[in-house]
């Protein structure tokens, strides 16, 4: 809804004159304007705010010239614009109603018209003023574009596509409007094989044209043809070399296409390009880490600085290739400088106390989790952390307290909930309280393993059998391998006198204990023991 440039010129000239005209010339009931209050500046003024979107301070500009003007069609036609801009469509339709009694036939009041009906959701009026409009001067494209807008937000795409053929039959190079054609059949006919003839035909008239070429990659990659893509953008680049995200295009298909070294050298050039573009240094790193280029990875992801979004991540790939090197105090050194420089992330805080709890430094572990919670109060996940830990020091009422603040927190929190529940089931305390908490965890995450076998091992501690049984062989069904619950399944059995299959379930947990990534030494002596204790 912009008024023609002309007739702005026109009106500010005309203002002007008006404004500085001698005394003997104007009419009755005009007065001469002193320079703080002339009407022109206040136009002026008016245009220079709405081309800063200030629209509420370019109204009240506009106003006062009007009162100096009040039936000049021009100032009610530039209200009525800036009304509809900030959707005051009664306010505008009165203004541009107004305009049309005093100019009829004028077409930019027309479709300034039609445009406020249509922002009304009135799209049927506004189409039939955009169809007089064409009828009327055929040869102004403006008209076409906005009936077809208008048959868009109709759903009515053919009819669109109809109308901008018809302009294109005025104007067969017109490449803005087959690139429109070519929109609507991507986008809203879902027919990419109709659009990429239609953009085609815009490449022969303008074979540099950038947002055409990478309109037709883009539908080649959605139709996995990620060579064709790959053509179009390598053709961009030769017209666009210094454009970065085309780069990244061509590095993430030869990525695709397992073109390992031509992806890594395209992410390099852009590197040289531009050496401050964390996000590619991000990304190289990630090439050279699946290449088992592992040094090449950690010189890239270490170039990610603290200010990037990216640079937590940069860091947990920078721990984890270290950790698989074994150069722990490398990865403890990392952490101890992204916690100084990102207090604020929670994850530094949870893996710098696994490596320090690895590496046999316990209260070193708690004392880090502590310092991330005096951060960040409010984290849960470091507060479950902080019970989990005290929990394997065998530090029971701190572990549940712990816990306890976990669901102040978070009162939904299923895995504190199932961690106090399972703690008083393990000791046979509370467990009317224990099976309450566990029912909710499984409320929360209905189907998990863990929680399920909770709650049949309440049963058991309850001496409900049954129940017991029914329960944990739900959770077998569920993690057929996890020791814990295969052991439980043993206990059901032999306080059931079957120490024949007790037997073979504790063998299978004992097995499974001892096959796990990191066995709990505590578990295999326990089952070992029961074992013992059968024979």
């Not at 961690?419 to 224990?434: D, M, Q, S």
């Not at 409900?464 to 739900?474: E, G, H, N, V, W």
């Not at 079957?498 to 990191?518: T, Y």
Request: hydrophobic share 40%; aromatic share 10%; glycine share 4%.
């Amino acid at each position: 809804m912009v008024m023609r440039f002309w007739s702005l010129v026109v009106l500010a000239l005309w203002l002007s004159a008006c404004a500085h005209a001698p005394k003997r010339d104007q009419g009755p009931g005009t007065r001469d304007y002193g320079p703080a209050e002339n009407p022109y500046y206040y136009l002026l003024r008016s245009n220079l705010k709405a081309f800063e979107g200030d629209l509420p301070a370019s109204l009240a500009d506009l106003e006062k010239a009007m009162e100096a003007y009040p039936d000049n069609v021009f100032l009610k036609y530039l209200a009525a614009e800036r009304h509809a801009k900030m959707n005051e469509l009664e306010k505008a339709q009165a203004f541009i109603q107004e305009v049309l009694q005093a100019k009829p036939d004028w077409y930019d009041a027309e479709l300034l018209a039609a445009q406020i009906l249509e922002a009304g959701g009135k799209f049927t009026e506004a189409g039939r003023i955009f169809s007089r409009l064409i009828a009327q001067k055929p040869k102004e494209e403006q008209g076409y574009f906005q009936l077809a807008q208008n048959l868009i937000h109709q759903e009515k795409y053919p009819e669109a596509i109809q109308i901008l053929r018809s302009w294109l039959a005025q104007e067969p190079d017109s490449t803005a409007t087959l690139y429109t054609i070519a929109t609507i059949e991507s986008i809203y006919l879902n027919n990419p094989d109709q659009a990429l003839a239609t953009f085609q035909k815009i490449l022969k008239l303008d074979p540099d044209n950038f947002r055409v070429r990478n309109q037709i990659a883009q539908i080649y990659l959605k139709q996995e043809k990620k060579e064709k893509a790959l053509e179009q953008f390598l053709k961009i680049e030769r017209l666009f070399p210094g454009d970065l995200s085309v780069k990244l295009q061509i590095a993430f298909i030869y990525q695709e296409t397992e073109q390992m070294e031509k992806a890594i050298d395209k992410l390099r050039e852009m590197v040289r390009l531009n050496p401050e573009a964390d996000r590619v240094h991000y990304y190289l790193g990630l090439l050279y880490e699946r290449a088992r280029r592992d040094a090449e990875a950690l010189a890239s992801f270490e170039k990610v600085p603290p200010a990037s979004s990216l640079y937590k991540d940069a860091v947990l790939h920078r721990v984890a290739l270290l950790r698989e090197a074994k150069a722990d105090e490398k990865a403890v050194k990392i952490l101890k400088t992204a916690v100084a420089k990102k207090p604020e992330t929670a994850s530094f805080y949870q893996l710098l106390s696994i490596l320090y709890e690895d590496s046999q430094k316990p209260e070193a572990a708690a004392a880090i989790l502590k310092a991330g919670i005096r951060k960040l109060p409010a984290d849960e996940d470091l507060h479950f952390n902080l019970g989990t830990l005290y929990d394997r020091l065998q530090r029971k009422e701190e572990s549940l307290a712990m816990m306890r603040k976990v669901l102040e927190l978070n009162p939904d929190n299923a895995s504190a909930l199932n961690y106090i529940g399972y703690t008083y089931a393990e000791t046979g305390e509370n467990l009317e309280e224990a099976e309450a908490m566990i029912l909710k965890a499984l409320k929360i995450k209905p189907g998990d393993g863990y929680i399920t076998d909770s709650l049949g091992w309440v049963y058991f501690q309850k001496g409900d059998l049954k129940k017991a049984f029914q329960t944990i062989q739900t959770a077998l069904k569920i993690l057929p391998e996890e020791p814990v619950i295969v052991e439980h399944m043993g206990d059901i059995y032999l306080k059931m006198k079957n120490k024949r299959r007790a037997r073979r379930l504790f063998e299978k947990a004992l097995e499974l204990g001892k096959k796990k990534e990191k066995p709990n030494l505590e578990e295999i002596e326990r089952v070992d023991k029961k074992l013992k204790e059968i024979s």
